[in-house]
């Protein structure tokens, strides 16, 4: 461990309009404009005004810095942030030229330029606390929480002078003057990190950006159709965050960060100010017309709005799978035999990060009655598993739990009042998920999942009641699933159970085509599993059109020359662009050599993208530069994976007896198409077959079985043994290769 | 005639335009109308407007700067005619940020409405010692002392600042004024400086009464 860490790759970043806000300059000022000019002629010359570093490390209080309630010898990091002496000069020569408009504006641009290095510099003091398995008590600010010597021993102990040209005067003040200097006293609890400034203790009460009182209340309007609905907005609330809190559907992609700008909306009315993530998403004209990234949108005065409300509750979800093994006697009818009503049934329940599958099955013939799927509103808290657990650490726990449990609950009442069974009559209800869906729903801490060395809370096969774990009354007992780590989760456990793996002497590969890419190698003696990031692209996520497996979604693409026809799901007029669609159009354009194999796209397309079709408000839905590097990391992933997977086995591709691809878009997929890209090796072509839901096929196999299931999913985890691909040499290197389309 | 160009600069000012002002500044000149006049009437008068509703909150920072930059505009064509008429300044201040301190937003600001109200400024930038103060006042042969500090830390410096001035027998011949974020009234009396304001209109306002008083 180092007792230093200088931040690297520090960049700052402006927000035009906390720059101005600082000046009291908002936009209704009657020199607005002026200012505004001032600042993007300044701006441009950021990159060589600003010169940013940052340094960290440990030391602990002297006697001339300790307080009352941190003595001398107190534990803490110190953190020193600075922006360079150039933009202050640019500052002072301003006003010494009279041109005082721009000596403020430079003033305030160095200020918001030091906040903005904040962010990296929490991240560092996260990754030291890991590290050092300590926590962080209180964050202390000179002078008032601390004496202003406490910089001085900051000076010293970082030696500032020779790391970083910093000077320190008599009155203890770091020179250059935007330079900041935080204490952080350390605890041995690590799961407090109490790093973040706390207004309510700084004495700036002019302070433009104080965040204490109740910020004036703000209504919405919110006009859909012909009809409107005001809603109002609480403290420190996004409006995405409040358009949720009213029921309202947003599927916020990435978590509100302002990443995906799935959560757009449009504001007619009122003034609403633009972020630099909405600078970043819309168009000069689209920001003109009000369009904003409602994640990001704090407003100030209130606001009449409208949006187009990405409806993904048809989302497609897969309840399909193979069904040989499991249900031989498809052809029954369900209804006669849940007309029983004496008889026992069990439901088997798949919790996806983006879709819930359920169904019904009578106890005594092991038949499938009902089968019903839904949508995973945990979706609005992000649309991949890092994100929901960021949602559940960051405070939201309770609600991500409380919204899986309502979804399940709405799916069992559906399941039930399809086919006419009464809950009384539900023997067992057993749920398959990845780990951290596990968590979410039994409430378990999330955040040992995101830190090295990503340790689950529990991952055993966990036996609950239906009121502990549904939040609901019934006598049916609820299990959930075992998983092999935080990574490899029961959803992939349940996948291997329903491919025979505990029975096969013959090696096989199971491929789950998600987010996560979990991948599974072995027979019954042994199995090799690791996950691969391989990101949203294959749900269309990240793709410039992209969109869900929902009606309208482009599915399909042939190309004549630069002509393509495309296919969408069920025939509706082109909205967007899913997954499969994404591999359909690369695999085309590739043997139309518009792309070529490093991914670049033919000089016509570079600016614009390649249009596929148009809506039917005459927009293009093209495929970016930017959207092919996206199914390029994805495919990249996997196929190294896969690579990796089989050398760590040590065996060669041909000893592959069978490929499974699980999952919906390993369902649709065009395997031809997928090989085409390079995404699933040549050699495979013969033994590849699409399993849809495994993870449900599974489950269901464990309530339907004779031996028991808990056993057989008891010897898989066992037998399983996860890589690490993160620091694998052997997969940086497939990675790399396989980047490319050969 | 003359009255109304006057005017004219004056309000184009108060609403920031330095183009306008510039031009009606030349035009002005070139009608023959008295630099001092011009200056005084137009220029000053428009900023000490703005000072005011500044003060009353009737308009904000931005307004202000953008005023005083047109101000800037308008001097800058008047200067080298005000040296030819040898017009003297209202008075002569230096202001500094004392020693150890390197704050100067609002030394800066304060420095622009003195400017505004007719001052010489010789702004000695920050982290100024007693002997630098001292010095330059000298050698200016200024009225006004003006000391700035931000921190609890470096705050008693000003009355090393004022120990020295009396030490040298020179503390009368200053009016000695201080401000800052920490700074009170009180504090200024027990350092045996003249005047604390707390903003920048009133410091501008201050010394130019107590520069009236004196003459």
Redesign the interface.
Known sequence: MKDFYLLEGLKVQLKMEHVLHAIDCNPDSPVYEEMVDEYLEIYKDMEAFAEPVGILGVGSLSEAAATEEYPAGTKVVYAVLSVGDKIKQCSTEAFAKGDYVRGMLCDAIADNALFSLEDKMLEKLREMCAERNVGILRRLEAPHDISMKVQKDAWEHLKLKERLGIDITCGYMLDPVKTSCQVFVLTEDKEVFRAQHDCSKCPNLNCKFRNVEDRKAVKVTVRKGDGCRDISLEKDESLMDALIREGYYISAACGGKGRCGKCKICVLEGQADISSEDRGFFSKEELEQGWRLSCMLYPRENLTISFELNDESQFEAISEYRKDKITETEATSYNDAAKDSDGLYDIAIDIGTTTLAFQLLDKAGGNVCSTVSAVNNQRRYGADVVSRMQASIDGKKAELKESIQADLRNGISRLLKESGVNLKQIDTIAIGCNTTMGHLLLGYDCRSLGVYPFTPVNIRLTEGSMSEVLGMDGDAGVVVLPGISTFVGGDIVAGLYACDFDKNDDICLLVDLGTNGEMALGNSGKIMVTSTAAGPAFEGGNISCGMGSVAGAICSVKLEGAKANVRTIKDEAPLGICGTGVVEAVSELLREELLDETGLLEEDYFEEGFPLAKTSEGKNISLTQKDIRELQLAKAAVRAGIETLILRYGIEKKQVAKIYLAGGFGYRLDTAKAIAIGMIPEEFADRIEAVGNSCLAGVVKYLTADESGAEVLKKLVQVSEEINLSMDVDFNENYMEAMMFE | MAAEIINEISEWLQ??RAKNVKALVEEALEQGIDPKEILNEGLLAGMMIVGGKFKRNEV???????A??A??AG??ILEPKLVEIGNEPLGKAVIGTV???????GK?LV??ML?GAGFEII?L???VDADTFIAKAEEAGADVICMSAL????MP?MKDVIDALNEKGLRDKYVVMVGGAPVTSDFAEQIGADYYTADATTAAEVAKAAIAERK
């Open positions: 609403k920031g904000f920072v931005p307004e202000v700067l953008v005083a930059r101000m800037t001097i800058t020693k150890g301190d390197l704050h100067d937003i800066n420095a622009m400017k702004d930038g920050t982290d921190l609890t830390t470096t410096y």
